[in-house]
C-alpha cells in the first residue's frame, strides 16, 4: 500500500495497489507544473485511489483541453493528473509519497531535454 499528502498535509490518500512503474518526464509542461527538472509520475487505477482527506482542497487546471493537473490549492503541491480521453488512470506524483514502495524509473520520457548534469542510474 502507498500513502502519500501534499506539503501542507491538508490533502491525504492512499493507494490500495503496489506502483506498477515509475517515470520521469523531462518534457516542458512537466518542468514548468512542478517547478522542477522532470516530471516523476506513475499510471496507477482510479478506482483503488482512496482520498482520505482534502478533497475542498483538490483544484483541476486544465492546460489542455482533454488533461488536467490537480494540485493542493493551499499549499501548490502537484498530485496527480488525468486524462479525460484515459477514464479510470490517474498519474500520481510520486514526491508525495511518504510511506510504501516507489519503485526506480523505468522510462525517462522527453529525454532530449533531459539537463546534462543529471545522471540517472540505469541509463
Ligand atoms: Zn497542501
Ligand atoms: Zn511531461
Given at each position: ?15 490500495h495497489a503496489e506502483l506498477p512503474q ?6 516542458q509542461h512537466c518542468r514548468l507544473a ?52 484515459l477514464p479510470n488512470v490517474l498519474r ?32
Open positions: 500500500m502507498i500513502q502519500g499528502q501534499c506539503l501542507c498535509g491538508a490533502v491525504q490518500y492512499r493507494y515509475s517515470i520521469l518526464c523531462f518534457c512542478q517547478g522542477a527538472a522532470f516530471g516523476w509520475n506513475s499510471p496507477i487505477d482510479q478506482s483503488k485511489f482512496e482520498l482520505l482527506q482534502g478533497h475542498p482542497y483538490l483544484t483541476e487546471y486544465f492546460h489542455t483541453e482533454n488533461k488536467a493537473r490537480v494540485f493542493c490549492s493551499q499549499c501548490g503541491s502537484p498530485i496527480y493528473s488525468f486524462r479525460t480521453d500520481l506524483r510520486l514526491g508525495t509519497v511518504t510511506e510504501g514502495y516507489v519503485p526506480a524509473p523505468a522510462e525517462l520520457a522527453y529525454q532530449q531535454h533531459q539537463p546534462d548534469f543529471i545522471c540517472i542510474h540505469g541509463f
